[in-house]
């Protein structure tokens, strides 16, 4: 298949586009600069130069491929985005796989497809775009919704291992908020093995949450890092206020929320089989090193 991929050159695009090599597809990224389409032309896929709000272009591409991975979504591309797509596939039957989040499903110990959404301010704009993509009449809309994304010493796990130090004798680790909250996680690897299982075998309307069923607290992944790290204090509480005055308001509520997911749909409906390390056991190995010791 002639696959037209955004964000090929992003996190979790370094890892779709090599996957969907790998399964013998053909790819043709859409890339905003000529640095990007370099990086694209040595992993083997086409570039072309362009922007994702150019509807006119989005449309032509996605009339030309077989099949459509959305992995660049933003708020302010979505919308367009999507239309475009979805006037070029027509009535053809041909799939599209959307990006959504699992903050959109709130504070949850057990997060499925059907779950009640109660998303942060930071992503409350996800849903009308999503909706558009499952309800496509013409195109095989799905959703694919990460959790948060670990892997490769990057992702949002470096919050945690590079948080401020107290000083003194015995420095501590700043954790986000008290480290109560869980965070339902997946390997970007993982991840993309679903991307690339939803584009060949996912159903019309299907949401496929992507986790891999580790679910670990924040204090837990903190207490980790500062062993690895040798910090001598261990970790040391935040208040929500000051969690969001470090990070800002809007990513600290959506780090704050509690979340626990299984994944168990994708496993069931798609055979995916997600196997990479666990982000606690990454951490402890030193992958998610601080950058200062990276350094």
Do not use: C
Not at 27 to 32: G, K, P, Q, S
Not at 113 to 127: I, K, N, Y
Not at 221 to 246: I, N, Y
């Amino acid at each position: 298949m002639s696959i037209l991929l955004t964000g090929a050159t992003g996190y979790i695009g370094s890892s779709v586009l090599p996957r969907l090599l790998e399964e013998g597809h053909t790819v043709t990224a859409l890339v905003r600069d000529d640095a990007k389409a370099e990086a694209v032309r040595a992993a083997g896929a086409t570039a072309v130069v362009g922007d994702a709000t150019d509807a006119a272009l989005v449309a032509r591409l996605a009339a030309e491929s077989d099949g459509v991975i959305h992995l660049a979504s933003a708020s302010d591309v979505d919308p367009g985005f999507v239309a475009a797509v979805l006037e070029g596939l027509g009535e053809s039957g041909k799939p599209f796989v959307h990006t959504g989040g699992i903050w959109t499903y709130g504070s949850n110990a057990d997060i499925a497809e059907d779950s009640p959404v109660a998303p942060p301010a930071l992503t409350s704009w996800r849903g009308a775009s999503e909706a558009v993509v499952l309800g496509a009449s013409g195109a095989r809309g799905m959703v694919v919704v990460p959790s948060i994304v670990y892997g490769r010493g990057a992702g949002l796990a470096r919050l945690i291992v590079d948080a401020p130090r107290g000083e003194g004798v015995a420095p501590a680790l700043r954790l986000i908020g008290d480290g109560t909250q869980h965070w339902a996680t997946v390997h970007v690897d993982d991840l993309a093995t679903l991307y690339v299982l939803a584009l060949e075998n996912g159903e019309a309307g299907a949401v496929y949450i992507g986790a891999s069923g580790a679910n670990p607290t924040v204090r837990e992944l903190g207490e980790l890092a500062a062993r690895a790290a040798d910090v001598a204090g261990g970790v040391q509480e935040e208040t929500v206020e000051e969690t969001s005055a470090r990070l800002g308001s809007g990513l600290a509520e959506a780090l704050l929320l509690d979340q626990q997911a299984r994944g168990s749909k994708a496993r069931i409906d798609l055979g995916w089989e997600p196997n990479g390390p666990a982000l606690a056991d990454e951490i402890a190995a030193g992958s998610y090193a601080p950058e200062t010791a990276r350094a």
